[in-house]
């Protein structure tokens, strides 16, 4: 493997000067991007390149898909063993830490990996991803204490980030993006099957040998994942890569091109507004607490920090602001954020609507999120195909976040006399529309950037997910809670009222066991608290579909036909 070929971006660059710019004008005469009838020419030209033959492209897609299917099935493994894993430990009032330490090193670590891949090249940079993640889950597994456990998943966290953007990287370098879009569904079905799977297995291995052995039991899943990224070339025959910019530079030069300041600063703008919003609903600590307002003050004083050294300070910038104020590239990153905020507030608050105000049991209201994980992963591949089909995707992609507002408003008009059958398929809208329009805005913003930015531009998607995923579990969960106790409040009275509204904030599952008009008390409480979250969801679906009309409607390229998918395979061409 040449030293110029693993540094520089695995396809052919287009020439800067042909290719629009970040805010660039269109040209006189072309249409106005955003008009369904008359799309804008890509980006990346009138053609794209070859679709890769299945004997580069089945290992390529065994060496992304199987860290997809660890990754995925490592987060329900853990959701599983969380009572097991604070029961070992007493400490269960740190419990709701393995989840946010997780969430908040993805977070803050996937941007570092869009420039990674530029600067370290994709393999290095998958590696990099897989070694922290590895290590991570190792150390879960041999934790001795939930101090320990919570270091080792921000460890884990700090390479699941990079997973995703490095993988995706890869898929938009090796296919056509009219093929991107399918490929891209296919992945998210590899992504449910590990999700499905994983409380099933770390289950099973919690009552069989212990909740350790459920992180080593990962191992040689990893191990393959591994393997497979040592090995397996990363870049399609014949397309061997024009030398990097970066390719003269020593190490110490390179690192030193990682945006650490920025970083830091991203890390302190999460970390404070996530710590704040914890407070709040689960410590009841209100506003007004110095605390809490110190903490959200910090975490905006950091987010100002970091948008100076992006546009300042940084030399290869891990948001290039530039990007983020081009009409598509806000656009995807406003739409990407409000759709991680809508999608993570419905799926942590939605089961609660049948425990605590139905009155099932946990099984039961998980049964009503299946139709939705089969719309979802039924609508990425349709989303892939019909943009295969037809090369366009504006209009498809408002339609679905159309369906996310309708599903959005469906469960927010549930009652307690709502019809069964309406509880398990309203939820469905919003799962379909949910993966169409994450599918449909990448593709819309790869597409609108020349290829050397993909993985950047990639990066920045997915910074704007985890962000949306933090924030929507944390402000859902605080507007559940300050609902939650004003409702309650105003309900039971009595000399032991505080310590009953403490419980049943904190324990929906106590509530079958209350007295009758305790009972009924607290179900009127969570239906209305849950409402407000609910309303707090359509109005995320809602600034999704404002922010996917402003996008730019481009027509996808043809992909060039390979007339030599049976040449053997340049040597500089190896990634």
């Known amino acids: 493997m040449s030293r110029t070929a693993e540094q520089a971006p695995l396809l052919a660059q287009q020439s800067r000067d042909a290719q629009p ?33 299945l004997r580069v492209l089945l290992p390529l897609l065994f060496t992304i898909w199987v860290p997809v299917f660890a ?12 009572g097991s894993i604070a029961s070992d430990f007493e400490a269960s009032e740190q419990a709701a830490w393995l989840g946010s330490s997780y969430l908040l090193s993805v977070c803050c670590f996937t941007p570092i990996y869009g420039r990674l891949c530029d600067i370290i090249g994709r393999r290095r940079a998958l590696l990099t991803a897989l070694t922290f993640f590895v290590t991570g889950t190792f150390g879960c597994g041999v934790a ?12 884990a966290g700090v390479g699941g980030g990079g997973l995703a953007v490095v993988n995706s990287t890869i898929m938009s370098d090796v296919i056509p993006l009219r093929h991107r879009g399918l490929m891209q569904g296919l992945t998210n079905i590899i992504f449910g099957l590990g999700s499905g799977l994983g409380g099933p297995v770390g289950g099973f291995a919690n ?46 030069d390179k690192l030193l091109l990682i945006d650490g300041l920025g970083s830091l600063f991203l890390v302190g703008t999460v970390g404070s507004s996530l710590i704040s919003l914890s407070l709040m609903s689960a410590q009841d600590l209100s506003f007004s607490e110095p605390v809490v307002w110190g903490g959200l003050v910090a975490g905006a004083a950091s987010a100002v920090a970091f948008v100076c050294v992006e546009l300042w300070v940084a030399r290869k910038p891990i948001l290039p602001i ?3 104020l081009q009409r598509t590239g806000g656009s995807v990153a406003l739409a990407n954020f409000a759709l991680a905020v809508m999608s993570f507030a419905l799926l942590y608050n939605f089961p609660l609507w049948f425990q605590a105000v139905k009155l099932q049991s946990a ?32 209009a498809y992609n408002l339609v679905h976040a159309g369906l996310m507002l309708g599903g959005s408003l469906i469960v927010l008009s549930f009652t307690a006399g709502t019809p069964e059958w309406l509880t398990y398929a309203g939820i469905v809208p919003s799962g379909v529309g949910v993966s169409g329009v994450l599918t449909c805005t990448l593709i819309a913003l790869i597409n609108s950037v020349p290829r050397e930015d993909i993985a950047v531009a990639t990066a920045m998607s997915y910074l704007f997910r985890t962000s949306g995923q933090v924030v929507g579990v944390a402000l859902s969960g605080a507007i559940l809670q300050a ?11 009595g000399p032991d009222a505080a310590k009953t509204i403490a419980a049943i904030r904190h324990q ?10 305790e009972r009924a008390a607290a179900v009127a409480a969570y239906a209305v608290a849950l409402r407000w979250v609910f309303g707090f969801v359509a109005a995320a679906a809602l600034v999704t579909l404002l922010s996917c009309i402003t996008i730019e409607n481009r027509t996808l390229p043809e992909h060039t036909k390979s007339s030599t998918d049976d040449a053997e395979q340049p040597a500089d061409a190896e990634d």
């Open 21 to 53: 710019r970040y805010g660039a004008a269109q040209p006189e005469g072309a249409a106005e991007p955003g008009s369904a009838s008359e799309p804008a020419p890509s980006a990346h030209g009138e053609t794209d390149v070859p679709f890769p033959p």
């Open 71 to 82: 990754a995925s099935l490592d987060g329900t493994v853990v959701a599983t063993l969380v």
């Open 144 to 155: 001795q204490s939930m101090g320990q456990l919570i270091a080792a998943r921000g460890l």
């Open 207 to 252: 009552d069989k040998l212990g909740w350790r052995s459920a992180f080593m039991l990962q191992m040689p899943i990893l191990g393959v994942a591994l393997v497979a990224a040592l090995f397996v070339p990363l870049s399609p025959p014949n397309q061997p890569p024009k030398p990097s910019p970066l390719a003269g530079l020593g190490w110490t």
């Open 322 to 324: 530039p990007l983020l």
């Open 363 to 394: 099984s039961e209201a998980g049964l009503h999120l299946i139709p939705n994980s089969i719309g979802l992963s039924v609508s990425s591949v349709t989303a892939g195909l019909y943009m295969r089909w037809r090369g366009v995707y504006w």
């Open 483 to 493: 609902k939650l106790r004003t409702e309650l409040e105003k309900r039971i009275s």
């Open 508 to 517: 929906s599952s106590i509530i079958p066991t209350l007295p009758a008009h």
